[in-house]
C-alpha cells in the first residue's frame, strides 16, 4: 500500500508553495489553489518562467485575507475584493477571467518584483486540456502527482540532489516506486479519488532554487537524458479529481487502476 506523504498548496501562481497538513478537495483541486494570478497590463500570466523572484513570494490564504512575504519588506495582507473589475486574462494562451484585486495589491508586487502587473483572483470556469476536469490558474490541470521514489531515482543520477519544491506537486506519494505514477490510471487517497491523465512537461522553472531564485542547468539537463518522452521532458503526471473529499498527510494510497 502506498501512502500520501505531502500535500502542497499554491494560493498566487507561480509564488511559493504552503506545505498542509490536510486539505479539502474539490472539482478544480485542492481548496484556495492558484485562486490568484500576476497578470502584465495586458492580461498574460506572469511567473517563474520570465521572473524568477516569484519564486521568493511566500504567500498564504484563509479565505479571508491573502498575505504574501517576501525577503525582509513589510509584507502584504490582502482582503480579497470580490466586486472590482472583471478582467479578461489568459494562462498559456487559455483566455479566463479574473477579478482585478486593486491598485494597492498591484502598487506592492511591483515594487517587489520591479515590472508592472496586476493581481487577479480567478473568476468563471475553465475547463482542463483533457480529462473533463475544471481547474483555476494552474497550467491545465488541477493536480500535480509525483512519487518520492521518482525524485530519488533523479538524485541518484545528480551531483547535487535537489528537493522535491523544484517540481511544485500538489500531491507526494510514496510506495509506488519509481515513476510508479506513469503506470497508473486511478488512484484512491483516503476517501478521495483521482484519475492520472498526462504526463507532466517540465519547464525552465524546475532549475529555479526555490529558496533563493538562483538558476542552473539541473534537473532539466539530466532528466532529459531519460525522461524525453513525445518531445518533451517529463516528471510527475497532472491529474483530475473523480471523487472528492479531504486528504490527510498519511492517507493510503490505493491503485483503483493501472493506466
Request: net charge neutral; hydrophobic share 40%; aromatic share 6%.
Amino acid at each position: 500500500m502506498a501512502i500520501l506523504t505531502a500535500l502542497n498548496v499554491y494560493p498566487l501562481k507561480s509564488a511559493g508553495g504552503t506545505p498542509l497538513l490536510g486539505a479539502e478537495l474539490g472539482p478544480a483541486g485542492l481548496r484556495f489553489d492558484r485562486e490568484f494570478m500576476l497578470v502584465t497590463p495586458k492580461g498574460r500570466f506572469l511567473s517563474q518562467r520570465e521572473i524568477a523572484a516569484m519564486a521568493l513570494l511566500r504567500p498564504s490564504y484563509d479565505g479571508a485575507a491573502l498575505t504574501v512575504g517576501f525577503g525582509g519588506a513589510e509584507p502584504l495582507v490582502h482582503a480579497p475584493v470580490a466586486g472590482g473589475p472583471v478582467l479578461e486574462v489568459s494562462v498559456h494562451r487559455n483566455p479566463c477571467q479574473g477579478v482585478d484585486q486593486g491598485d494597492a495589491a498591484a502598487a506592492w508586487f511591483g515594487r517587489m518584483l520591479d515590472t508592472e502587473c496586476r493581481l487577479v483572483r480567478f473568476t468563471g470556469h475553465r475547463a482542463t486540456s483533457r480529462g473533463g476536469g475544471e481547474v483555476r490558474f494552474a497550467d491545465g490541470y488541477p493536480l500535480l502527482v509525483i512519487s518520492e521514489e521518482s525524485l530519488e531515482d533523479l538524485n541518484g543520477r545528480l551531483e547535487d540532489p535537489l528537493p522535491m519544491d523544484r517540481f511544485r506537486p500538489s500531491l507526494v506519494v510514496r510506495g509506488l516506486g519509481p515513476f510508479g505514477e506513469d503506470k497508473v490510471r486511478r488512484l484512491r487517497v483516503g476517501a478521495a479519488e483521482i484519475e492520472l491523465v498526462k504526463a507532466c512537461a517540465r519547464c525552465v522553472i524546475t532549475t529555479t532554487d526555490q529558496a533563493t531564485a538562483a538558476r542552473g542547468r539541473e534537473p532539466l539537463r539530466t532528466l532529459a537524458t531519460y525522461r524525453t518522452i513525445d518531445k518533451g521532458i517529463m516528471f510527475g503526471q497532472n491529474a483530475v479529481p473523480r471523487v472528492t473529499g479531504t486528504l490527510r498527510a498519511g492517507d493510503d494510497v490505493e491503485v483503483l487502476e493501472y493506466a
